[in-house]
């Protein structure tokens, strides 16, 4: 049974009338009414779809929306829509915690009006824009000139009594990190509660997409955060492919995945690190830092970029592999895994570390789910969905990828899963340089159908990330949102903090590590 006729019957008993919606070409999707958009997700909660992001999009007469919705391996996709006029909907939040922040940067972006959204504050508007000014409304015009005042308006929630008391936190920090601030209340040392106020860089990703060819949509998405170039630019070129029908080579697709594994590797390795160091054992930090700059030392040498930046280009890769390279690669995937095991072990078992880490930020199985974590925060939780075993893609059909899977939810089980995932990265880097396929790395462009739709959807190194592109009538970007792990990331941090103390704080964000910059757009 198809994903939209398991959800369907239920939507019908809830009177709410569902039409088959094409406009998206690579998923089932549901069209649906402007006042039914809340009251669709209460179905889809109460038969356990997880909420797996939004995103809105505004054409010169109907202002519409996007939820995606998965269940195990099937996605389903609901869109509604209103006059641009009266960008009128009901709101998902009430049922699906987690789409508060999404739904209002649509709302601060596109003017899209919630009737019932439990939180009327800004989440993405700046000061850099009036309130009645929506940057990404067909009507918003150009910007107007002149430096942004500061933002020091946000109205913090209180929470007050005996006792308790404020510690402001950011948005600038000590340390070579980006800007966030952090509201914490606390009794004693025992944080009550924590609020985040994000968006502090907005960078206009959404509205710099506009009007660039596929290569340069590339180019910028690869930036949205530069952890991730290969995930978020990977996402957007498999939306495009799969809006104008571009069949991409095995032997591209392989190297693709090689890059997103390099990327986990570099990243789950470099936070390990981190997370130890944040309590004082600054011994795995040296090494783990050491072992992260090779890593990335061989990226430049072989691809290009220490990060990885533009290497996925669109309908292929930009960089072949040669019998030397591929030899001198997986050299270093047996001298990673040497240098790794002894230290893993030592990270794994060490009393110092286990009497920080264990049972520190915990985050229960029921918050992550009702959150939608994916990636190792997820993991770490008791939620096993990975999209490249539940929903594979080229090249993850019929490899084994076997998400590693703790209960705990502490920081010491993010840690754990960090570890498993980085042996499960080599050993299916190994596969895909074994078995690379011969052929082309790179396939003509297509001409893009006039207003083609596509939605990218696949496992980078934080989790679940998708991207929507739509394309205008010239073959150019109309639309593009990159929705990264982050987004779900940042509240499981406001959940799990709850009873630690205060200086426990960094060890437990740097445990999850959201981006500030995915969220920043």
């Known amino acids: 049974m198809s994903a939209e006729q398991t959800l369907v019957p239920h939507l019908d008993q809830a009177g709410i009338d569902t039409r088959p919606y094409s406009g998206v070409v690579n998923l089932p999707a549901l069209a649906i009414a402007a006042a039914d958009w809340g009251p669709a997700a209460a179905v889809a909660k109460a038969q356990d ?33 209103a006059p641009l006029e009266t960008p009128k909907f009901t ?55 002149g430096r942004t005042p500061a933002d020091t ?23 070579i990190i980006e800007p966030g601030h952090f509201r914490f209340h606390a009794a004693g040392e025992t944080v009550l509660r924590l609020e985040e106020r994000l968006g502090y860089t907005h960078k206009g990703i959404e509205a710099l997409a506009v009007g660039r060819d596929p290569a340069a949509l590339l180019h910028l998405a690869a930036r949205v955060s530069g952890d991730s170039a290969v995930t978020h630019a990977w996402a957007a070129a498999q939306a495009m492919e799969r809006a104008v029908g571009a069949t991409v080579s095995p032997r591209a697709l392989a190297l693709r995945g090689l890059l997103a594994e390099r ?15 944040d309590v004082g054992f600054a011994f795995a930090q040296v090494q783990t830092s050491r072992l992260r700059e090779c890593w990335q030392r061989r990226n430049h040498e ?22 030397t390279q591929i030899a001198t690669l997986r050299a270093d995937h047996a001298a990673l895994r040497k240098a790794t095991e002894p230290l ?47 929903a594979p893609y080229a090249p993850y059909q019929g490899l084994v990828v076997e998400a590693p899977v703790q209960s705990e939810g502490d920081v010491a089980a993010r840690v754990r899963v960090r570890m498993a995932e980085v042996g499960m990265s080599l050993d299916l ?68 903090i709850h009873g630690n103390i205060v200086a426990d704080f960094p060890v437990c964000n740097k445990s999850l590590n ?6 920043d757009l």
């Open 263 to 277: 990327e986990r590797v570099a990243n789950h390795i470099g936070d390990i690190g981190a997370i130890c160091n």
């Open 344 to 390: 893993f072990d030592i990270f794994d078992d060490h009393p110092s570390l286990e009497d920080r880490l264990v049972t520190t930020g915990h985050l229960s199985a029921d918050d992550a789910r009702a959150l939608g974590c994916t990636g190792y925060v997820g993991k770490a939780s008791g939620q096993p969905f990975d999209v490249r075993h539940d």
């Open 514 to 519: 959201g981006s500030y910059a995915g969220v």
């Open 429 to 496: 880097m190994d596969h895909l340089l074994r078995n690379l396929p011969e052929g082309d790395i790179q396939v003509p462009w297509p001409n893009s159908p006039a207003a083609a739709c596509g939605l990218g959807l696949l496992e980078g190194w934080r989790g679940e990330t998708l991207a929507f592109v739509r394309f205008d009538t010239n073959g150019h970007i109309a639309r593009y949102f990159p929705r990264d792990p982050s987004w779900f990331i940042w509240p499981a941090l406001e959940r799990l």
């Open 49 to 81: 779809w997880r909420w797996a992001g939004a995103w809105a999009d505004a054409d010169a007469q109907r202002m519409h929306l996007y939820a995606l919705l998965a269940q195990g391996g099937e996605y389903l996709l609901l869109t509604a829509s």
């Open 302 to 323: 072989i691809f290009g970029h220490r990060l990885l930046m533009d290497t996925v280009v669109p309908g292929g890769v930009a960089h072949d592999l040669d019998t």
């Open 91 to 145: 709101s998902q939040t009430p049922h699906y915690p987690t789409a508060d922040r999404l739904e209002r940067h649509a709302r601060d972006l596109l003017g899209v009006v919630y009737s019932d959204h439990p939180d009327g504050r800004r989440w993405t508007r700046h000061q850099a824009w009036p309130a009645s000014r929506y940057p990404l409304h067909p009507a918003a015009g150009m910007p107007t000139p």
């Open 153 to 175: 308006s946000y109205p913090f929630s209180s929470l007050r009594g005996d006792g308790v008391f404020e510690i402001p936190v950011g948005p600038v920090h000590a340390g």
